[in-house]
């Protein structure tokens, strides 16, 4: 588990809201706000982290949690991903799409299955004009055991806010000024992995940090000179817009994952170190404050997240250098017998070695011969120890190959024991009781 900076250090970083674009969304105005959000889909218990978190901090900090869904990119269906075990034993990864109902295939599972049946009903029992809001609808059911619910707001949405436009009406104005300042912060902190926007002021023409949701199109990229002919309800801001509008108006403290806050290190106010923790969020700090002012008060951002494995073997999965060493030793053995801890047969070898190293011509044939004779000898001997390294090497590389599905962090967190998921909910929840 990973929260930065240390839970009782958090501090919400604004002393007055945005009445307007809080009500304009349906969000409480009479008390403080702890944002997090990701894209509509089932997420992984890393990401389910986040939402815990919010849950607690908003407890500590006497605050109300609020999910931001990022559905800019209007999505028709929704994957899941589970484990199911072939007929030889070996794991591998199965998708399906989210529907009323999922029949789990062969070999999975019955605890997954279980999970997969609560996605279902959590799905079928949601009705929404766009599959994103069915997909924060089903979320709300899947997490009702461990968080309750806290108002949602869809990124496609933002529009009906007045910070959105003001910053639109600013961006139509000067839209070299904004994509310059964009894009300086990209350059100045390439680690962050954020494309540039495109500017060619020779052409005055400038890509702006906006997605057109033409009704039944596709999103297409939005340029200055767009701008006058898309109504505002057909626009969203892309990510890093997207939650500059949230950190100036919409919350007192925002709660990435680590990619858009980075690693968060911590600063000397305790909050995640801006020049530090290299999530694109960063990139967002500098483009505001270069753009807007250097006053421009953000709401500060923190980091969570955490890495929980499905129970699928009672054995670990083996490293790439254990199933190396397991190879190397089950074909070393067969040449050295103190590989198997046999050490009279290995000081006879060692002593026809000496002989054939002191010897020259027929005589160092003859006891090259009489080592290979032993070791002939002594293998059909140890024949048993031997093929139980050979069958070792062989089953290290077999869950070798099983290691991707056995390590993977990324399965949706119903799938994941009730128990596993409440232990990580009394686990940020016990951080966040401590020296407050």
Known sequence: MLIRPAAARWALGRASPDVASRRALGLPTDRPIVMTGHQPEIWHPGILAKYLAAEAAARALGAEPAWLVVDQERPESVSIRYPAR?????????????????????????????????????????????????????????????????????????????????????????????????????????????RPLVANPVQDRYELPLWHLPPGAPRRHVHAEDLASIPLHELAPKALLMTAIARLSLCDLFIHGTGGGGGAAEGDDGHAGASEHGGYDLVTDRWLGAWLGADVALAPVTVVTATLRLPLSAEPAPTPAEAARARWLAHHARHEPSAIGDDAAAARKRAIVDRVRASRGPDRRAAFREMHAMLDDWRRARAA????????????????????????????????????????????????????
């Open 86 to 194: 072939r007929e030889d034993g070996s794991w591998r990864a199965v998708t399906a799409t989210l529907a009323a109902s999922i029949e789990p295939e062969r070999g999975t599972p019955a605890e997954v299955a279980e999970g997969l049946a609560q996605i279902a009903q959590a799905w079928s029992r949601h009705d929404a004009p766009t599959v994103a809001a069915r997909v924060a609808g089903t979320l709300t059911d899947l997490m009702s055991p461990l968080v309750p619910r806290a108002p949602i707001i869809l990124a496609t949405d933002l529009h009906r806010t007045p910070i959105m436009a003001s910053l639109v009406a600013r961006m139509a104005r000067d839209p070299e000024a904004c994509v310059g300042a964009y894009n300086a912060a990209v350059a100045a902190h390439p680690a962050a992995g954020v």
């Open 385 to 436: 120890d031997l093929a139980a390294l050979d069958a070792r090497a062989e089953s290290m590389r077999a869950r070798l190959a099983d290691s991707e599905v056995l390590m993977d962090r990324t399965w949706p967190f119903p799938l994941y024991p009730p128990t596993m998921l409440r232990d990580l909910q009394q686990q940020i929840r016990s951080e966040f009781g401590r020296d407050r």
